[in-house]
T-cell receptor, first 115, second 109 residues
Framework: GAGVSQSPSNKVTEKGKDVELRCDPI?????LYWYRQSLGQGLEFLIY????????KSGLPSDRFSAERTGGSVSTLTIQRTQQEDSAVYLC?????????????FGQGTRLTVV | SQQGEEDPQALSIQEGENATMNCSYK?????LQWYRQNSGRGLVHLIL?????REKHSGRLRVTLDTSKKSSSLLITASRAADTASYFC?????????FGSGTQLTVLP
């Protein structure tokens, strides 16, 4: 597609429920990144994929968070047993490849509200 | 990864004026990117400057990079109300992209 696409754009969920966030990167981009931004905070790195593998999962806040990517394209970020502190905007970005010097392009984000 | 520190935290100017915001970082980089974010979402890539470049232009944007001082600046000329947003710098590659709190720019009509 023309840009990074994320869905849903907004999600309100009850505490304890599981949610799935989807990211469709720019066609041909092999690297994909997930970040989140809590209200008034800077961006927090969560995880990145090179192809279908995730060499760096260090940013995932807890074992309730997981992500996968299939076919080197679409990625889903799953949050199990959501907590109120999970409320944030979740941003996905993609780049042509992961190596130095590549530009990352971001989607519009998914605003997650846990009530 | 390293985080860029933007300065000032907030900047308020009149439409038509120029806006300058700065970014400092700690370790050597191969490139630095600037992003804009409106209303808490939707990061937009503005410009990437490589470590062997000192200055780069894109429309009304001018970015400088001083690797000896580990700093960068973003200049927006002839600002418009639509430029109101948060601006972030990101030193390093996409894989190492980490953002600070940004500079909140308000352009008053």
């Amino acid at each position: 597609g023309a840009g990074v696409s994320q869905s849903p754009s907004n999600k309100v969920t009850e505490k304890g429920k599981d949610v799935e966030l989807r990211c469709d990167p720019i066609s041909g981009h092999t690297a994909l990144y997930w970040y989140r931004q809590s209200l008034g905070q800077g961006l927090e790195f969560l995880i990145y994929f090179q192809g279908n593998s995730a060499p760096d999962k260090s940013g995932l806040p807890s074992d309730r968070f997981s992500a996968e990517r299939t076919g080197g394209s679409v990625s889903t970020l799953t949050i199990q047993r959501t907590q109120q502190e999970d409320s944030a905007v979740y941003l996905c970005a993609s780049s042509l490849e992961w190596r130095l010097g590549t530009e990352a392009f971001f989607g519009q984000g998914t605003r997650l509200t846990v009530v | 990864s390293q985080q860029g520190e933007e300065d000032p935290q907030a900047l308020s100017i009149q439409e038509g004026e120029n806006a300058t915001m700065n970014c400092s970082y700690k370790t050597s980089i191969n490139n630095l990117q600037w992003y804009r974010q409106n209303s808490g979402r939707g990061l937009v890539h503005l410009i990437l400057i490589r470590s062997n470049e000192r200055e780069k232009h894109s429309g009304r944007l001018r970015v400088t990079l001083d690797t000896s001082k580990k700093s960068s600046s973003l200049l927006i000329t002839a600002s418009r109300a639509a430029d109101t947003a948060s601006y972030f710098c990101a030193p390093g590659s996409a894989r190492q992209l980490t953002f600070g709190s940004g500079t909140q720019l308000t352009v008053l009509p």
